[in-house]
């Protein structure tokens, strides 16, 4: 029998390979759903590509790549041990060879049974894919880690009896205001700032100052004492200790770690010091009622990586949504594309995992309910109740945190920013398919009014969402927030415990009248006085997106800079009309400034030349010699060099590299630099378009182009994305993200290079819902417009201090009753706390 397997496995030989130094073996979950070795089916592993495949792709892989060879992992849970978390389980691995079409199965330890020619190279694979580390697993960097070792000085520490107490919160340093990085000195009770970092953060180094005065060598750091110990430092010895007495230590001053509130509640990080977070944590997450999970499509929670609760909820919500609940059944395997250009194929791999994740939502497939055997044996053995275990983000989350400084890392991230992260690259790989941001995108009407002339001008951007202000001066508890201010400063100079705190209660209408007030402009230049003056800026809703996002605008900076939350709460209304807010346009009674572009400030060596604000020839231009001859001592030309760093702004040889990179490939690259003349027509410019003119004979500034091309956009491209935006830079790279390149004839580029577009906007104030058609897409947005009516269908809501820590749930409305999702927790909502969410999620009524 074992040579009739080996003389099956012999035409296949070339195919099995042995995975090389950086390859990465799929061998915990399956590459497009989230089947893996514990599934019903087990995990097929590739013996060529390294791919897993659950049970319903591999068929699918086999036929499309002809590879014949597999390793089924399965895992069976041999015995559950349950520690105090109830996570341990033991299992019981079992991993085979299949061969395809027939499924013919070669259990690995009887590979040793085949002939010596199949064994020795087979066995060889088959170790190193089952010893491979899985691609999923995180790789935690390796580093080296001293154990701390007890302080000399903590068993025969002397503590004066100076009778100081130190009050269980309220802190700060007695040599200056600083209220964190506090050290408590443990032979006199004095509390001091830590040392300066590097990056302006920490103190003013007045514990280390105490030390050289008195030497007194040990010191805990306040805000780490917990009923497990606490974060001890000696000064004498110049590094973190032991004190295995801390807590008698602690006691002399009237602390006592036993009522310490620990520092983390349900694996997420809170604040010791506030009371109100724990509220907020209780209130939020529905904490102490008997929740119902839910189980069945829609009903999959998802698993918090950590720290990733950010993305769990976000996604959860916008797979609520039906427009990106459609790419969830677009599952496109990516080894089935043949298009040889990268870019497809990264796009592929978006898509693929979007569909992905959205498909492990969305099938119900891992959210069943246990079986009634299991739920008897429970009840018996008075265990937990059972919970899904909700599917892993990890892919999604590798592929959309790629090369993002922060969305990379494993700290918690503000949800609102890495939503329209993931609306930008929606918006970026839905170029010749369907784009389900469309639902969210409309337009805003900005009005500028110079206050002194009375002229205004009206130009249209391109939003996702809006962000309303939280008026305090307009909460109805108003004189109780007073109130209790008063006694916290009353506190804090005494050293007494703070009182309870109050929440601001804010009506949502007078967050909404905050958002639509008038805000000055900065800088203002006037095209009517054709000088700098006062101007004031309204926006209104151009046109009404199908499904409105609103954040409300919690988080705030602290006189340290780092984001701090407001404790507020709004009350949100399940309906909305915006309606009033729909722009009107320009006014009969209006005047319009003229299209007219400020003066280009020359440099000094220059102040002694006529200049006219319209009439001008550029200069030398100023270039960074010294970046320039960095460049070319690499080898490139002395020419191309200055020109990198002129395109560039004179930002350093990095970005100069890059712009070379960029553009070496082109006819003139080492030709010398050349600006083109900068003076216009002398007669006047205007345009019908929203936007206003474009200035100076109707060309963008060619270090704006080069810019934007240097980034790898093409010029043509980016000519129009700096006419569209009146050659503002970051306007023109979302409208670059917003218009998809399509391909077209030269003749048709070069018109759209210099003829002005007129219908930009030509639909934006139609009251009837419509969608702009793909063939639309130079001539400006797809948008979705409509009436300004909305009912509330999901929020998204934070817990903690900062954005920078705490924890996010999202609640969702299906099928008419409030749904709470928590991690990997899915259950009914009892009491949905829409009062204290952070972003808001409305879908468009019909019309009536």
């Given at each position: ?8 496995l ?11 130094t ?59 041990n ?20 027939d ?22 694979a088959?170790?190193?894919v ?91 750091k ?11 430092y000696?000064?004498?010895e ?30 997420h ?14 209130v ?24 990733s ?15 990106f609940?459609r ?51 429970q009840v ?5 109740k ?14 959309v ?12 991230q ?44 009206y ?10 202000p ?14 209790y201010?008063a ?6 100079e ?9 929440r ?31 101007g ?23 006189v ?69 001859m ?18 560039t702004?004179?930002?350093?040889p ?13 006819p ?6 050349t ?33 934007l ?12 994305a ?13 409208w ?18 210099t003829?002005?577009?007129?219908n ?13 058609s ?7 947005p ?28 999202c ?11 928590n ?26």
């Amino acid at each position: 029998m074992a040579a009739d397997l080996g003389e099956l496995l012999v035409p296949y030989m070339p195919t099995i390979r042995v995975p090389r130094t950086g390859d990465r073996v799929f061998k915990s979950e399956c590459a497009f759903s989230f089947d893996s070795p514990e599934s019903e089916g087990g995990l097929y592993v590739c013996m060529n590509t390294f791919l897993g495949f659950g049970r319903e792709h591999v068929e699918r892989h086999y036929r499309k790549t002809g590879q014949s060879v597999y390793m089924h992992l399965k895992r069976h849970v041999k015995e559950l041990n349950r520690d105090f978390n109830g996570e341990d389980y033991e299992y019981e691995d079992e991993a085979k060879l299949v061969i395809f079409p027939d499924h013919f199965e070669i259990p690995l330890p009887n590979i040793e049974e085949l002939p010596a020619l199949v064994s020795e190279s087979v066995t060889i694979a088959c170790d190193a894919v089952l010893n491979a580390s899985s691609a999923y697993k995180k790789q935690e960097p390796e580093s080296w880690e001293e154990e701390i070792q007890v302080s000399k000085h903590a068993r025969s520490l002397r503590q004066l009896d100076n009778d100081v107490r130190i009050p269980p919160n309220g802190w700060k340093c007695q040599k200056c205001e600083m209220r964190e990085n506090l050290w408590l000195n443990l032979t006199d009770g004095a509390v001091l700032c830590g040392k300066w970092f590097f990056d302006g953060s920490g103190g003013n180094g007045h514990a280390l100052e105490h030390f050289r005065e008195t030497k007194y060598p040990l010191a805990v750091k306040l805000d780490t004492i917990t009923p497990d110990g606490a974060d001890v430092y000696s000064f004498e010895e110049e590094e973190a200790v032991l004190d295995p007495q801390v807590s008698e230590h602690l006691s002399h001053f009237g602390i006592d770690m036993l009522q310490m509130q620990k520092r983390v509640k349900n694996g997420h990080h809170i604040d010791n010091n506030t009371r109100t977070r724990v509220s907020e944590w209780e209130v939020i997450q529905e904490s102490g009622m008997k929740l119902k999970a839910v189980y069945g499509s829609g009903y999959t929670g998802v698993k918090n990586l950590g720290n990733s609760c950010y993305l769990g909820t976000v996604m959860q919500v916008l797979f609520s949504i039906p427009d990106f609940q459609r790419i969830a059944h677009c599952h496109q395997v990516v080894s089935e594309t043949n298009n040889p250009n990268k870019t497809l194929i990264h796009l592929s791999v978006f898509l693929s995992c979007r569909a992905k994740l959205g498909h492990g939502l969305l099938s119900g497939l891992y959210s069943k309910p246990p079986m009634k055997s299991e739920l008897i044996e429970q009840v018996m053995k008075e265990e937990h109740k059972h919970q899904q275990k909700g599917v892993s983000p990890r892919m999604l989350k590798a592929l959309v945190s790629r090369g993002h400084p922060e969305f990379c890392s494993n700290r918690q991230q503000d949800a609102h920013e890495f939503l329209l992260h993931i609306i930008n690259l929606v918006e970026r790989n839905s170029a010749g398919s369907e784009n389900p941001s469309d639902a969210f995108r409309f337009l805003v009407e900005e009005r500028v009014q110079c206050c002194q002339s009375r002229r205004v001008r009206y130009t249209q951007r391109v939003d996702y969402g809006i962000q309303v202000p939280t008026p305090f001066e307009a909460a109805t508890n108003r004189e109780e927030l007073l109130t209790y201010e008063a006694k916290r400063k009353e506190a804090e100079e005494n050293m007494r415990a703070p009182p309870e705190p109050v929440r601001a209660r804010i009506p949502f209408t007078a967050c909404l009248q905050a958002f639509t007030e008038p805000e000055n402009v900065p800088d203002f230049w006037s095209s009517a006085l054709q000088a700098k003056s006062a101007g004031v800026k309204t926006c209104r809703f151009a046109s009404f997106p199908e499904y409105l996002i609103v954040q409300i605008k919690k988080f705030t900076f602290g006189v340290d800079w780092v984001p701090k939350k407001l404790d507020v709460a709004i009350d949100v209304p399940d309906f909305l009309d915006l309606n009033r807010l729909r722009a009107a346009g320009l006014q009969a009674s209006e005047e319009e400034l003229p299209d007219i572009m400020p003066p280009i400030v020359l440099p000094e060596d220059t102040r002694g030349m006529s200049v006219c604000p319209l009439a001008f020839k550029t200069q030398t231009p100023e270039i960074d010699e010294a970046a320039a001859m960095q460049l070319a001592e690499m080898g490139f030309p002395l020419e191309a060099c200055r020109k990198a760093v002129y395109y560039t702004g004179n930002m350093g040889p990095e970005m100069a590299f890059n712009w070379i990179i960029a553009h070496m490939e082109e006819p003139d690259f080492a030709e010398p630099l050349t600006l083109p003349s900068m003076i216009p027509d002398p007669s006047p410019t205007t345009s019908d378009s929203p936007m206003g003119a474009t200035p100076l004979g109707n060309s963008p500034p060619e270090e704006s182009v080069s810019i934007l091309t240097s980034m790898g956009f093409p010029r043509n491209h980016s000519i129009q994305a700096l006419k569209a935006t009146n050659n503002n830079l970051e306007r023109a790279l979302d409208w670059i993200f917003t218009h998809p390149e399509v391909e077209e004839s030269d003749t048709l580029s070069e018109m759209a290079d210099t003829e002005p577009n007129d219908n930009t906007f030509s639909n934006a104030n139609s009251h009837n819902d419509f969608m702009l058609s793909p063939d639309r897409e130079t001539s400006g947005p797809r948008i979705k417009d409509g009436p300004g009516r909305y009912e509330l269908f999901a929020f998204i809501s934070h817990m903690g201090a900062s954005t920078m820590s705490g924890h996010y749930v999202c609640h969702i409305k299906k099928e008419g009753r409030w749904v709470i999702y928590n991690d990997h927790k899915v259950c009914l909502s009892e009491r949905p706390p829409k009062d204290l969410g952070y972003i808001y999620f409305y879908h468009r009524l019909p019309s009536s």
